[in-house]
């Protein structure tokens, strides 16, 4: 099984280590104690004492952990509230290799310094991918997806179709059924939907149907807007036009209303398919 990824990636922490070479060395500890935070061994080699004090606290935070990266964001809004202090209004290199890493990262910061992510929050309870045996290739497109959705819409509808395949995969693996690699997404989509007996029973009513049917629409027309070329992936004889984030954002929030169902009835004790699962 393949180790979760990082929310915030190593470069990000290395920019947050050389940024505290203008903060007090109190200042530092401080930021990363009020947060319920402890300091691991200090590397070796360095000649700063400031970047080595950072460098032992974030070298031991879990950057897999949503709740702890949560905490951690707050630390790195603190940090940079106190490198502004010391280093006045003007620009300054190292703060902006900050935001330029973090922005690559899938976070934005804004003119009061709080930092705030796409990709902690696109529609997909932590919760629910919590409970997963392995939520890697999901959180991996919801990155991707918070990083490319204000930027790069055919990246971002690429990710959307991946969320959708890889939550798909994941359901039927948690249900104990085979994965076809072979399958497209409409097939997976299908698989998925009828392992979680999603379809509406005989005592459905009509909007209950709709809503049900629209939902399994809207997976499948997802993928087929990346297969057209309005995403990353395939090769085409003109670049597509006339696709906006407002596109994106369209497609990102379709795949994970989709995606959110699925986990939602996957964890649901009084889920139909658990009757079935019992019985069997």
């Known amino acids: ?24 060395w109190d200042a530092i500890r401080g930021a990363f104690e009020d947060e319920g935070f402890v300091a691991g061994p200090e590397p070796e080699g360095d000649s700063s004492v400031r970047r080595t004090l950072a460098a032992s606290y974030l070298d031991a935070i879990d950057w897999t952990d949503l709740a702890t990266v949560r905490r951690a964001l707050r630390v790195l809004e603190r940090l940079l509230r106190l490198h502004e202090r010391a280093t006045g209004p003007d620009y300054d290199h190292e703060r902006q290799h900050l935001r330029d890493e973090l922005c690559r990262d899938g976070f934005l910061i804004d003119a009061d310094g709080v930092i705030s992510s796409a990709h902690l929050g696109t529609g997909l309870r932590e919760e629910s991918l919590a409970n997963l045996a392995d939520a890697s290739a999901i959180r991996q497109s919801l990155i991707r997806i918070g990083r490319e959705v204000e930027t790069d819409p055919h990246g971002a509808i690429g990710a959307a179709k991946e969320l959708i395949e890889s939550t798909a995969k994941v359901v039927l693996h948690e249900r104990g059924l085979p994965v076809d690699d072979r399958d497209d997404v409409p097939a997976l989509v299908k698989k998925a939907t009828k392992s979680l007996e999603l379809a509406p029973g005989p005592e459905a009513g009509d909007a209950v149907r709709r809503i049900l049917g629209g939902l399994t629409s809207v997976a499948i027309g997802t993928a087929e807007l990346r297969n057209r070329g309005f995403g990353r992936g395939h090769g085409q004889r003109t670049a597509p036009t006339g696709l906006h984030p407002r596109h994106a954002r369209l497609a990102v929030g379709a795949a994970t209303v989709w995606c959110q169902l699925l986990l939602d009835t996957l964890e649901d004790p009084a889920a139909p398919w658990r009757k079935g699962a019992a019985a069997s």
């Open 1 to 24: 099984m393949p180790p979760p990824p990082d929310l915030v990636s190593r470069r990000t922490r290395r920019e947050v280590r050389n940024l505290c070479t203008s903060i007090k």
